[in-house]
């Protein structure tokens, strides 16, 4: 069981729920996410560095049709991450006191 703990990295509403959607899949398209968001491709770029730069996301680009799409997916430090952050949120919801 991942032990709880808040992560201000992740805490960040749009990082929120980027790992959201990202712990649900093994990767998402970076179009997918900002239409998710409803941001813009720098909003989005920033918070994907972020998480990123933390060692919690990796990005994966590949060519299709001529263009290159930008996916995105969990690290196994982010999903640890992730699931941390999201316990001590259920932790904190509950009113369990911290022992």
Request: proline share 5%; glycine share 6%; charged share 25%.
């Amino acid at each position: 069981m991942t032990e709880p703990r808040f992560d201000e990295i992740i805490h960040a509403p749009n990082r929120l729920r980027i790992c959201s959607m990202l712990s649900a899949m093994n990767e998402v398209e970076f179009a997918a996410l900002r239409e998710a968001l409803g941001v813009s491709d720098s909003v989005l770029s920033k918070q994907l560095k972020a998480l990123e730069d933390a060692g919690y996301l990796s990005v994966r680009k590949s060519p299709l049709d001529g263009r290159t799409r930008t996916w995105a997916a969990l690290t196994p430090v982010g999903k640890d991450a992730f699931n941390g952050h999201v316990a001590e949120l259920r932790r904190l919801a509950a009113g369990v006191p911290i022992e």
